[in-house]
């Protein structure tokens, strides 16, 4: 383990900003982190730990010690009803997704292409498609960073949300995830019911679609919605679709006829960010470096050159319009390092 000094975070970050950061590690093995512990470099006040860069939004260089989880690693065993698959939290977790379709094991397929890390995952209980992870979710394996021990998380340890878990809640910044178990069943069943996997699979003629069919189609259902961050810098969703009441509900839908929402638990309602981003004017806008992404106004780019700052001004910028027009706040659903 070897720690380096003055490391563009350029290509460690989906968004392509060029920071440095004044230290940088690579961990391939959980004994790394041991090590890290062991040689106080987890004291220091400015640490961060880092997967696949691609919720991440730096605005000015790092002067701390980050920390890349690198760990690979994809092994399964298969149980009487069920299929159990540990990932090292440094793979990629599409390569996770193509290892189980690949086998046949079914699950996690409407959560093909997710840019990030295995490792990152349960963080924000990533989603898509109708799908969650905490759908197949049975553990985690995480370092302690004040004991440098490792401990299991349980599903039900782990208070799964909308892009939300404990560890961005009450534990959050206390806890580095280094393995995730899987507990997919055998005998999966295909969760087509979002309206455009359905619609692509019925272009497609596969009135009998496989869970290979079904990740084909997810596949290219964001490849054609969501910009390629390996050509155009971007973080996914920049913005959580935002979660408001009964009552404010009521009174926007009188508003705004058209407005786009999903019924979300008792008395809350989830409406399409994209939408009220859309309504203001911001779909395929471009300011300088930055802009919104044509086919999703959701997704911030970056066109070339923007700084992180810049993004971050871009960002508020849209906060402030959709605050005037609809009232509702967004939130950012990236982490902004390091306002
Ligand atoms: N819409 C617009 N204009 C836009 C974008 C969306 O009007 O520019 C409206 C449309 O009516 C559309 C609806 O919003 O039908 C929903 O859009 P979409 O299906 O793209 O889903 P989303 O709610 O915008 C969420 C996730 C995505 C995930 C998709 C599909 C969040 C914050 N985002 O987006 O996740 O891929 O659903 O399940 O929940 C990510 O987290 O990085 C991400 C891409």
Redesign the pocket.
């Known amino acids: 383990m070897n720690i380096l000094k003055e490391v563009s975070l350029k290509a460690y970050n989906t968004f392509g900003v060029d920071v440095y950061a004044e230290q940088f590690v690579h961990i391939e093995q959980e004994k790394d982190l041991i090590q890290l512990y062991e040689g106080g470099w987890l004291d220091r006040d400015k640490r961060l730990f880092l997967g696949g860069g691609s919720n991440m939004l730096f605005v000015r260089n790092y002067d701390g010690l980050i920390v890349h989880m690198a760990i690979k690693g994809i092994t399964h065993r298969i149980l009487e009803e069920s299929i159990e698959v540990k990932a090292a939290g440094g793979e990629v977790w599409h390569d996770l997704v193509c290892y189980c379709v690949e086998r046949g094991f079914g699950g996690i397929e409407n959560l093909s292409l997710i840019p990030g890390t295995v490792g990152a995952a349960p963080v924000q209980n990533i ?3 109708g799908v969650e992870l905490q759908d197949f979710f049975l553990s985690c394996r995480a370092f302690e960073l004040t004991t440098g021990t490792f401990k299991v998380f349980y599903k039900e340890d782990c208070q799964f949300g909308y ?1 939300d878990s404990i560890f961005k809640g009450a534990q959050k910044g206390k806890y580095i995830i280094t393995e995730v178990n899987l507990l997919l069943p055998k005998k999966s069943i295909l969760n087509t019911t ?1 309206g ?1 996997i359905n619609e692509e699979l019925n272009n497609r003629g596969l009135t009998h679609p496989t869970i290979k069919d079904v990740s084909e189609v997810v596949s290219s259902i ?1 490849q054609g ?2 910009p390629d961050p390996g050509t155009i810098g971007n973080a ?2 920049f ?3 935002p979660v408001v009441s009964e009552d404010t509900f009521r009174t926007l839908v009188s508003d705004f006829v058209d407005i ?1 929402y999903y019924p979300f638990g008792p008395n809350q309602y989830k409406l ?4 009220l ?2 309504q203001c004017g911001w ?1 395929g806008k471009t300011v300088g470096n930055v802009g919104t992404w044509k086919n ?3 997704v911030l780019v970056n066109h070339g050159k923007a700084t992180g700052l810049e993004i971050y001004e871009f960002s508020e910028a849209i906060i402030d319009s959709v605050k005037k027009r609809f009232g509702v706040c967004l939130e950012r ?1 990236v982490n902004v390092i390091d306002l």
Not at 272 to 275: E, I, L, P, S
């Open positions: 989603g898509a498609y892009r979002y455009a964001r919605k969501l996914g969703s913005f959580k679709n786009v399409a960010a994209g939408w981003i859309e779909k999703q106004a959701l659903e």
